[in-house]
């Protein structure tokens, strides 16, 4: 098969829409759609600073691939997990990724920063539910400690579709009022701007224009992250994807149109300052300080 714009040989078939495309041209349209999303979701206002999350996974790799390409203005942040070799690998990837693209790369080590590393704090609360707390409470803080417009990270349309039908199967109707591909700056900054450049590109088109464009990234999954629901999911919408091309995009826009319905039932916490860090917090302490104990705040300013 042939490309569908020139003579050269086909790299990928692409499903919906429907058509083959060499490299050159593949590249050319994922960028273009990257450039839609954003224009159409309003997620960059010109001159904005942006932090992206790399976890030096393939997603998070292209997110900066793409915005460094389109011109904005990126810095990157790696957050080590302490989580054995599997973090150290997810470091060292990170660190050729920002090399390669010519992007300062900030990193910060939860071991380092916090006396222990992700899986090795004895507690009732799952691994990933105090990981992803941990990891957004830092990015966050990062962030707005240097003054970032807004944080970056790689959530793709099976990411989005996966966690939209999860929510779905449990009626979770706080987290569907809130979804979306960028959420605004709320509490006068303190809560930084979070967006999602490849909001509508699937996962097979993310691995195939990192395959295209010679970005190397870390394959292997977390320990953790085994049996995770989220897995489930993703795979029952691959199936339906496979026999209707366009599930998961049709899935998404429509749930965006639809969001409207769930925006009843959600009941915003009185957010106001932490009493040890002063970041949002729903309770006198925050939940980041109030996990790991913190008594004093941190500071990443740089
Ligand atoms: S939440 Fe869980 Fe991930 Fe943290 S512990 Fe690993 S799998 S890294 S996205
Ligand atoms: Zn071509
Ligand atoms: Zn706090």
Redesign the pocket.
């Known amino acids: 098969m042939r490309c569908k714009f020139c003579e050269r040989p086909a790299f990928i078939k692409l499903h919906y829409p429907k058509m083959y495309l060499c490299p050159e041209h593949f590249t050319e349209y994922f960028e273009r759609k990257v450039k839609r999303t954003i224009e159409r979701y309003k997620l960059i206002k010109p001159g904005e600073r942006i932090l992206v999350v790399v976890s030096g996974g393939k997603d998070s790799a292209v997110t900066a691939h793409v915005l460094k390409k389109l011109g904005y203005d990126i810095e990157c942040l790696h957050i080590n997990?302490g989580?054995g070799e599997y973090s150290e690998k997810s470091e060292e990837y990170a660190k050729r990724q920002c090399e390669k693209l010519g992007v300062p790369l900030h990193i910060v080590r939860v071991r380092e920063l916090l006396g222990k590393g992700?899986g090795e704090v004895r507690t009732r609360r799952p691994?990933?539910s105090y990981?992803?707390l941990t990891k957004r409470y830092i990015f966050n803080k990062f962030a707005y400690d240097n003054g970032f417009d807004a944080v970056a990270t790689g959530h793709n349309l099976d990411d989005e579709a996966g966690f939209i039908l999860a929510n779905i199967l449990n009626w979770n109707t706080q987290y569907l009022a809130k979804q979306g591909p960028v959420t605004s700056a709320q509490f006068n900054g303190k809560l930084v701007k979070k967006i999602k450049p490849l909001y509508e590109l699937t996962e097979r088109e993310v691995v195939a224009y990192a395959l295209a464009n010679g970005i190397e990234y870390h394959i292997e999954e977390?320990p953790?992250?085994v049996g995770a629901t989220t897995i489930e999911v993703k795979g029952i919408l691959n199936e339906m994807e496979e026999k209707r091309p366009g599930t998961k995009i049709n899935f998404v826009k429509g749930y965006l149109r639809k969001k409207g319905l769930f925006e009843g039932e959600l009941q915003e916490a009185d957010l106001r300052e932490c009493g040890v860090c002063g970041m949002p917090s729903s309770g006198e302490v925050c939940s980041f300080c109030r996990f790991w104990h913190r008594e004093e705040p941190i500071n990443f300013r740089l």
């Open positions: 997990l989580i992700i691994t990933c990981c992803g977390c953790h992250a």
